[in-house]
């Protein structure tokens, strides 16, 4: 059993930079992939990135979102800069217990935060 706690939300300004954090308990958190999907109004939950061994993004904000982790504190942050209105949406992180795989799509990952809300002002 994998619990995830998303924090680090709010309200900025375009251009702003705000930086995400996910803390997981459970044993052997270095072994999961931890996924950043997001869900804006009336939209479908998107993939955002994800990190495993390696950090891998969606193109749509691979030149300004950074996934890092740091295991010793079973943490895994987002770093979002140069945030745009389209950015705005609910910040979820996941888990996928099989990380071999880089899975990308919401059904490839089997335990959910319950989300943080990003909000970007033009």
């Known amino acids: 059993q994998v619990q995830l706690v998303e924090s680090g939300g709010g309200l900025v300004q375009a251009g702003a930079s705000l930086k995400l954090s996910c803390t997981a308990s459970g044993r052997a958190f270095s072994r999961y992939a931890i996924g950043w999907f997001r869900q804006a109004p009336g939209k479908e939950r998107e993939f955002v990135g994800a990190?495993?061994?390696?950090?891998y993004y969606a193109d749509s904000v691979k030149e300004r979102f950074t996934i890092s982790r740091d295991n010793a504190k079973n943490t895994v942050y987002l770093q979002m800069n140069s945030l745009k209105p389209e950015d705005t949406a609910v910040y979820y992180c996941?888990?996928?217990?099989?990380?071999?795989?880089?899975?990308?799509?919401?059904?490839?990952?089997?335990?959910w935060g319950q989300g943080t809300q990003v909000t970007v002002s033009s």
């Open positions: 996941a888990a996928d217990l099989t990380p071999l795989r880089l899975g990308r799509g919401v059904n490839d990952f089997s335990y």
């Open positions: 990190i495993t061994w390696t950090a």
